[in-house]
């Protein structure tokens, strides 16, 4: 059953990988027809830019995982396990409140969206410009992926508590399958442990 959510990930990351190959070679183009042809093409840049949004969000909803992201962690760490799955639970709750309220609002505005298009970009079956709807919905997608995201991490909270490594600075280890980092199994405190805190 673990092999679906690594799948999952292992096919996000190659969504991903084909859009950021689909920028640089967008960029490369462009720098190509204004040094090179002295014909700038004008839809690279608006391409280029709408690749990037889409990758941002995406990453961030689909592969980039919690101890990635920059926090500010010093008392965290430094308080007991129950407190520290106290202040987890507080901000999960704090995360999927926040995007929920603001979610409908959110989608209202990228509904309203649909009026505008593209300056430059086409669809390349239909050559119509594209909606803005269309290229802002990838916030939308993001917003209901960090929703579930946290949903899922209450769950895991609820159930075995804070992961002791979940903070942890990975160090690199060219021997590793993946080539990136060497980091201890995600394991949590058994509840002797729980106890102790």
């Known amino acids: 059953m673990k092999f679906i959510p690594k799948l999952f990930l ?3 990351e190659a969504i991903l990988a084909a859009l ?3 920028m640089f070679f967008t960029f490369i183009l462009q720098v190509f027809s204004r040094y090179v042809l002295l014909t700038p093409f004008g ?3 608006e391409l280029c ?3 990037w949004v889409w990758i941002v969000f995406l990453g961030n909803a689909l592969i980039v995982r919690e ?5 500010f962690d010093i008392l965290y760490l430094a ?3 129950r407190v520290r799955r106290v202040l987890a639970l507080i901000s999960a709750v704090a995360i999927i409140a926040a995007m929920a309220w603001s979610f409908l609002p959110t989608w209202d505005y990228i509904d309203w969206m649909k009026i505008r298009k593209t300056a430059t970009v086409r669809n390349p079956l239909t050559g119509a410009k594209i909606p803005l709807r269309t290229i802002l919905s990838v916030y939308g997608i993001f917003m209901i992926a960090v929703m579930l995201r946290y949903t899922w991490r209450i769950v895991e ?3 075995h508590g804070p992961r ?4 942890a600075i990975a160090e690199f280890d060219p021997h590793s399958d993946d080539g990136t980092a060497a980091q201890s199994s995600p394991t949590h405190e058994g509840k002797s442990d729980e106890g102790k805190s």
């Not at 101890?67 to 926090?71: E, F, G, N, S």
């Not at 002791?164 to 903070?167: P, S, T, Y």
């Open 10 to 12: 292992r096919g996000s």
């Open 20 to 22: 950021l190959a689909a």
């Open 43 to 45: 839809w690279t840049l």
């Open 49 to 51: 830019l709408i690749l």
């Open 67 to 71: 101890r990635d992201h920059v926090t």
């Open 79 to 81: 308080a007991p396990r």
């Open 157 to 159: 909270l609820l159930r």
């Open 164 to 167: 002791d490594d979940e903070h």
